[in-house]
């Protein structure tokens, strides 16, 4: 009898697949269950990385989904300051499938937790779910709440309005609100607020509530978008810092993202139109012949790294290809030569990390 093996395709093999392949060209983005076209609507939202992402799709054409803009009155160099554009609705960092669900709760008046303001020395205010989206917090009590609302409604607009979310999981590891199980965007103390051992506890999420979490929120988004799509990556960013002191931060961000892989993979299983994207594969992918997409920090991924992403983002989602573009408008990414392109996109991705204050240096 015949081996299985022998009707299989050229991606199936390591020899064929990566070892004989030239290293920009690697594609495991084998499929996708569902395609895109240029007037989908596109959300992103998760880690530092996912602004990568919403950086390419502006640069590459796609129809990315800005529902909180910015002002007339904000002068350009103030649009990215105050986290405008940066993410579809500002946001800011969602780091955790516990904190999208949440998200989408408290936008919806589902949830409010018990520890919703931070009121500073300085007489200032934080959002305790977006510390740092605000340079130098809100002047006023009124003014912050103000803002939030406006916030969430421009959140039920990108909910309600998008075609398809980029969700990029970052995280397992998040300080919790011991009272009613409200997740930070990072520990309380670090960027703000103050922390409180009694109040403030670390949780490590594991792959059943990251799946769990997953699901009731997708459940929830097709109540109020039956159309709606996802497209789950893993972000390929180590840990800042681990807050498990018996743990070698290596270690805990290989547990980490090893636990967001499998839930994305049960998550693509588990509910029809979720996606997974191999954005974490492609940059690791450089460890086999000795190079590398990350910056000297060993931790921030290097332009043509994001750019190696999207070209097959581009491929496996649209059906483009590098010897075939299709015409204008698609979303076909722009030559590297391009002056005024490599500009735009060097702007786009300077991106806002609040698990940075972990270790500021």
Known sequence: MSSPYKSLPGHSFWRRAIESVPPPL???AVCAPF??????????????FAQYIGAMLQATNF???VTEPAHPIFQPGQVKAYNYGVF??????VYTARQLRQLLERAYGRFTPRENIWAEADGSFLDPFRPQIQPGGFLSRREFELDRQQHFAAVRRAFESLDVLVFTLGLTEAWVASEDGAVFTICPGTSGGVFDPAKH?????????VVADMCAFIDA???VNPRAK???TVSPVPLVATARADTHVLTATTYSKSVLRVAAEMLTQSR???AYFPAYEIIMSRAFDAGTYFAADKRNVVRPGVAHVMRVFAEVFTGITASAPPPAPAPVPKPAGDGAYMRKMEELMQVHCDEVALDPG
């Open 201 to 209: 506890e670390f949780h490590n999420f594991t792959v059943s509530e």
């Open 63 to 65: 129809n990315y989904l």
């Open 35 to 48: 395609s895109l076209s240029p007037s989908d609507a596109v959300m992103t939202a998760g880690s530092c």
């Open 272 to 274: 029809p139109n979720v």
């Open 221 to 223: 988004l097709r109540t």
């Open 230 to 232: 996802l497209i789950l």
């Open 26 to 28: 690697v594609n495991p």
């Open 88 to 93: 579809s609705a500002r946001y800011g960092n």
